[in-house]
């Protein structure tokens, strides 16, 4: 229920930051002013003793996000791959939130495997393991399939989490309509879209049927990417609520120490797990969305083991060759052609300036360009780029909320494995690759192929079209439009050109 309840939640949040000792670690990580400080410190510190207590063992921001539930986690984890934003002990602090909570109990565990799938644990595997990593939505089991011996990872969700996440989710909406009504300026970001998409995202995230459908999906996808690896379903091991893949072994990206005992290149990785995230989205239209540490591993032979496939991206073509274009363009320092994308999509209204708002663009460029590698950043890009768009009207693109957060972790990710590699000099070749495929003569006469097939499909139905216009021709009442007959001619006309055409075009293509 969506209602002024929620305020006790919102207040009970800034209240176990508090009571933790989590405000003042954040404040400091993000270097705040001390207009802000004393401001915030003289609202919540009366209601402290609503907050959570947490566990005490546990450093003062995770344990303030830990005792606040799932969606304070996943902002979490957010937070654990930006090092440049919130410093490195802070980060590697909050790690700790991407596979290493709580479990609960074995007893719940396979009473949910039981439930699921109808067969106990000692039935389906030899063997069935304590937890091996547990997240804020389910935990993870190591086991070996009775019939075949093969090691498989066995996930399993936690026990209620769907009504705990519909709380946190209640009570976003509130913030939402509240900053909506005390800021009408704010409206204009759609806060309330935001949240109901991040709710989108998460909610299919509690389904692990819609994750394995997912994950074979983005297997299919990458099958031809070298130097990575999704594990292979076993559906008939995977439910609602449980998910079975083969087993991933490997060492974690996140672990350094363990990457360079094991003599791989870390730099390699750090342009490979760019590259991969990049390929997916402008080449797939459909993306891995939480590619955290938690979430990825290194093999012996170097490959990228990608899991957990609970956030998953997708966006049109159409919105792809957007993006595409806008990246191009900025790594080109072609400030007016990505002004003019801009206006193209309508992300910009059309009342605006397209030339100032180029020489805005340029502004955001220039400075960043003219860092050394190890600063330029795509985060930093896109902090610049929001308060451009902001003066010029710009609306918040829902559909690019996920690929522009995504695109930040993917860059904190590669950064913690080569704080020098330079993003844009990796990102390069594969946009150029992407705007040269789908950009061009050659992607306009595919896309003119595409669309007269499509047409062409209509030809069946140009007989029926036809006769109905004679039909309603020798009808006098109501009276029709006097070139019926000959509109259907043309119809039938048009279709068997375009039939012809599409063949044509297929064959050529």
Do not use: C
């Not at 913030?175 to 109901?196: C, N, Q």
């Not at 994308?341 to 220039?366: C, I, M, S, W």
Request: hydrophobic fraction near 45%; proline fraction near 5%; charge should be neutral.
């Amino acid at each position: 229920m969506r209602g002024p309840h929620n305020i006790i939640r919102l207040v009970r949040t800034g209240a176990t930051f508090e009571r933790t000792g989590a405000m003042k670690v954040v404040l400091d990580a993000l270097d705040a002013g001390p207009v802000l400080r004393i401001a915030l410190r003289v609202l919540v510190w009366p209601f402290q003793w609503l907050g959570y207590k947490g566990d005490m063992s546990m450093p003062p921001a995770t344990r303030a996000l830990t005792a606040l539930g799932p969606a304070y986690i996943k902002f979490g984890q957010v937070l654990s791959t930006r090092p440049d934003v919130v410093g490195n002990d802070m980060a590697q602090q909050l790690r700790v939130l991407q596979d290493q909570l709580p479990p609960f109990s074995m007893a719940a565990a396979k009473a949910a495997i039981q439930s699921e799938l109808g067969a106990s644990t000692d039935d389906l595997f030899t063997t069935f393991s304590e937890p091996v990593a547990a997240a804020s939505l389910a935990q993870v089991h190591k086991a070996h399939l009775a019939d075949t011996g093969e090691a498989v990872a066995v996930k399993v969700l936690r026990p209620g989490i769907e009504k705990a996440f519909r709380k946190d989710i209640d009570a976003f909406y509130f913030a939402a309509r509240a900053i909506e009504f005390l800021s009408p300026s704010s409206r204009r970001l759609r806060p309330i879209d935001v949240v109901t998409h991040f709710e989108g995202i998460v909610m299919g995230e509690l389904d692990l049927r819609l994750e394995s459908s997912a994950a074979a999906e983005f297997a299919t996808n990458t099958e031809g990417d070298e130097g990575f690896q999704v594990p292979r379903i076993r559906w008939h091991l995977s439910s609602r609520r449980v998910m079975t893949l083969d087993w991933a072994e490997g060492a974690s990206i996140g672990d350094n120490s363990a990457l360079d005992a094991a003599g791989l290149d870390r730099s390699v990785l750090a342009t490979r797990v760019l590259q991969l995230f990049l390929n997916q989205a402008l080449r797939d239209g459909f993306f891995h969305g939480d590619m955290h540490q938690g979430n990825l591993k290194v093999a012996a032979n170097g490959d990228i083991i990608a899991y957990d496939f609970g956030i998953m991206g997708r966006i049109d073509e159409y919105t792809r060759r957007v993006y595409a274009e806008i990246l191009f363009g900025f790594i080109r320092k072609d400030y007016q052609r990505v002004a003019e994308v801009h206006f193209e999509a309508g992300y910009v209204p059309a009342d605006q300036d397209v030339d100032e708002f180029a020489r805005a663009l340029r502004a955001v460029g220039e400075p960043i360009f003219g860092m050394d590698a190890s600063h330029i950043s795509m985060a930093r890009l896109l902090n610049y780029l929001f308060e451009v768009t902001e003066r010029f009207g710009m609306e918040t693109r829902t559909e690019l909320i996920l690929l522009q957060r995504t695109m930040v972790v993917v860059e904190g990710v590669a950064r913690s494995l080569d704080p020098h590699m330079n993003i844009w000099q990796d990102a390069k070749p594969v946009v150029e690759n992407y705007i040269k495929q789908s950009i061009g003569p050659k992607a306009l006469l595919r896309d003119l192929g595409k669309t007269m097939m499509i047409l062409s499909r209509f030809g069946p139905q140009l007989p029926r079209i036809a006769e109905e216009a004679l039909i309603r021709r020798n009808n006098p009442t109501p009276p029709p439009a006097q070139n019926t007959i000959a509109d259907g001619i043309k119809w039938m006309l048009l279709g068997a050109g375009l039939v012809g055409f599409g063949v044509w075009i297929s064959a050529v293509l």
